[in-house]
């Protein structure tokens, strides 16, 4: 559906994308993760042919966006992270005009607007001037021109700008809805947002991929993540709150504290496991030699908040 090769964006002599490449198949969403000046938004400006690439190709369907750029337009809708909307318009003025541009035929283009004003919860505004709205159901108006022509693939960024928790919900579980049946890109600084909608990441960092694939493949190619296992436990009876050395395994970042009624709770990382070695095992046979009684024992996974933070930032944390 979209294939990027090799793509890069100059503007001067800055480069903000570098040689970028990814692909995205049918009924996927991608979610785009990076900090401020990534090249998030550029690259998103070039599949939807507002800016041409300074080297590479990105294909739609197979075609080069350069090629045919209008006809490109016709299949993707796109929310920009600035949303420009004529204040001076109701949402049903703007969106007929909006249907005009999109070259929806004449008689379609009332049950066209219908249609997005429903998805995005707009029945009750749509006779309200844009610039009398609330900037949340400013931002349903734009998602409603971004469905408003049926695209095959949705390019949205930053979609759940400005909107109070209610209506995240209810955009995200939109966007979930459509991605079962769309190709679907979208921005975000919401890490939850990703979790909740995405099938698949991608990280950028400083105009380049830092790490793409679904959460569970980045976790395990991050530098510092593959093997090692973090664990959580709720220890009563522990005489010394810490881990000796356990047979096949490596021990690091011990932590502990002592809660409530004597429980004691303890934190660390595992790694260097040789093969068939089960450290759940490994772990209860320790606390049951130490006339330990465990309350609560939890492995962690990796989450995408650790991801971000590792793969954005230097050895010395810096952005």
């Known amino acids: 559906m979209i294939e990027v090769e090799n793509l ?21 969403v991608l979610g785009f993760l990076g900090p ?37 337009k016709q299949k993707i809708g796109y929310l920009s992270e600035r949303n420009p909307l004529y204040g001076d318009l109701s949402c049903d003025e703007y969106l007929l ?4 541009a999109r070259l929806i035929p004449p008689k379609e283009r009332q049950k066209a607007v219908d249609a997005a004003i429903a998805a995005c919860g707009l029945e009750g505004h749509r006779s309200h001037r844009i610039e009398f709205l609330s ?32 209506q ?12 079962k049946r769309k190709t679907v890109i979208l921005s975000t600084h919401i890490l939850q947002e990703v979790e909740a909608v995405c099938s698949r990441v991608l990280i950028l960092n400083d105009g380049v991929i830092a790490a793409q694939g ?11 993540g593959a093997g090692l296992e973090t664990w959580e436990l709720l220890l009563k009876g522990a005489r010394v709150p810490c881990l000796p050395d356990l047979p096949g395994v ?39 030699g130490q006339g330990c009684k465990i309350i609560e024992m939890t492995k962690k996974k990796l989450s995408l908040e650790d991801i971000f ?7 010395s944390g810096t952005k």
């Not at 005009?97 to 005009?100: D, E, P, R």
């Not at 390019?155 to 928790?165: A, F, V």
């Not at 004691?264 to 095992?281: A, I």
């Not at 933070?309 to 050895?315: F, M, S």
């Open 250 to 288: 490596e021990i690091r970042d011990v932590s502990s504290e002592i809660a409530d009624n004597g429980i004691v709770r303890l934190c660390f990382t595992l790694g260097g496991k040789k093969p068939g070695v089960e450290s759940g095992e490994l772990i209860f046979d320790w606390a049951l």
């Open 214 to 224: 679904t959460a569970e493949e980045i976790a395990a190619g991050v530098k510092g």
């Open 36 to 72: 401020n000046g990534a090249g998030k938004t550029t690259i998103m400006k070039i599949l939807t042919g507002y800016h041409l690439p300074s080297g590479g190709q990105v294909k739609i369907n197979g075609v080069p966006v350069e090629e045919d750029p209008v006809g490109i």
């Open 8 to 28: 890069s964006k100059k503007y001067g002599t800055f480069e903000a994308v570098k040689n970028v490449s990814f692909f995205v198949g049918r009924e996927q």
């Open 309 to 315: 933070v590792k793969l954005t930032t230097d050895e």
């Open 135 to 166: 900037k949340g159901y400013r931002q349903r108006v734009g998602l409603a021109q971004a469905i408003l022509h049926d695209p095959d693939i949705l390019i949205l960024d930053e979609p759940t700008s400005g909107l109070d928790p209610n």
């Open 97 to 100: 005009f909006a249907s005009g």
């Open 168 to 179: 995240i919900i209810e955009i995200r579980n939109l966007i979930r809805g459509l991605g």
